[in-house]
């Protein structure tokens, strides 16, 4: 697991109406390496991430949440949470939110 912080996009660019209110949420992660892809959703390194949401407060404006993350599945590329900053978040091809790694350097 890793921790994260969450920027949501405000629903009036796109992103959902409210902040998911279960403590665990499933979305698609978007990693980096596959930002030039055309067709990224039906791209076959799409994996699901497994966030267990915390605190969500405002700053500056912006609607943050802090969670914990981890791949749905064993198999997936973990070392993608060492070797990134960042990625982002979707359902299904709609991007919900930034999703910032706290730990890495």
Do not use: C
């Amino acid at each position: 697991m890793h921790d994260v912080k969450i920027k949501w996009v405000p629903y009036q660019q796109g992103g959902r109406k409210k902040v998911p209110t279960n403590n665990r949420y499933y979305p698609l992660a978007r990693f980096p390496e596959i930002e030039t892809e055309i067709d990224w959703f039906n791209h076959h390194t799409i994996w699901s991430v497994v966030l267990d949401l915390g605190e969500t407060s405002t700053e500056n404006g912006d609607l943050i949440s802090y969670a914990k993350v981890r791949f749905l599945v064993d198999d997936a590329p973990h070392e993608r949470f060492t070797l990134y900053s960042f990625f982002e978040i979707y359902e299904g091809p709609k991007k919900v939110g930034d999703v910032f790694l706290l730990n890495n350097k």
